[in-house]
T-cell receptor, first 113, second 113 residues
């Protein structure tokens, strides 16, 4: 079945450590997105990519980095510069047309040890 | 930039009763509108979307929504809820010329027997 796979489902980070969240899709979508979800705040856009080797900052990009070397993959690195990384992270993808809905993975929950 | 307001953060409802979740948005241009549902520790699943045409949109699981351009609203309704409808619901808006999808803060629906 086509879909979006996020791994791991749970992740723990020590102070000063970088961690990378994986997102892979086999829907043949061009565009991919990373969101952060905190209780009562909805989803906030971290980064998005419309095409391979290109990506743009979203509303809360500070302390995060991404790469888009393959169409299927859009990994997110949470760096030590992100002072409050505990959150639920969601990856999404869509076709490039503006009227196309985004499809979501099942998320990664990141916690600080 | 657009903004999205979900007017109720929590909606308790009895099984087989109707439910309405309210969503208002602000935007200076035409928009596409979406409702998503999120079950605990999962990603978001698309319920329905409004792109153009008929203002009454039917979605999955018996949900429907009505787009009201003059009131800039996109309220979600279901005539008879089930226990399995207990979840968080998100309204999302995208300008017709932009990739960015803006989300409301979410409405938690709790269905009781």
């Amino acid at each position: 079945d086509g879909g979006i796979t996020q791994s791991p489902k749970y992740l723990f980070r020590k102070e000063g450590q970088n961690v990378t969240l994986s997102c892979e899709q086999n829907l043949n979508h061009d565009a991919m997105y990373w969101y952060r979800q905190d209780p009562g705040q909805g989803l906030r856009l971290i980064y998005y990519s419309q095409i391979v080797n290109d990506f743009q900052k979203g509303d809360i990009a500070e302390g995060y980095s991404v790469s888009r070397e393959k169409k299927e993959s859009f990994p997110l690195t949470v760096t030590s510069a992100q002072k409050n990384p505990t959150a639920f992270y969601l990856c999404a993808s869509s076709y490039r047309d503006y009227n196309q809905p985004q499809h979501f993975g099942d998320g990664t929950r990141l916690s600080i040890l | 930039a657009q903004s999205v307001t979900q007017l109720d953060s929590q909606v308790p409802v009895f099984e087989e009763a109707p439910v309405e979740l309210r969503c208002n948005y602000s935007s200076s241009v035409s928009v596409y509108l979406f409702w998503y549902v999120q079950y605990p520790n999962q990603g978001l699943q698309l319920l329905l979307k409004y792109l153009s045409g008929s203002t009454l949109v039917k979605g999955i699981n018996g949900f429907e929504a009505e787009f009201n351009k003059s009131q800039t609203s996109f309220h979600l309704r279901k005539p008879s809820v089930h226990i399995s409808d207990t979840a968080e619901y998100f309204c999302a808006v995208r300008n017709t010329n932009d990739y960015k999808l803006s989300f409301g803060a979410g409405t938690t629906v709790t269905v009781r027997a």
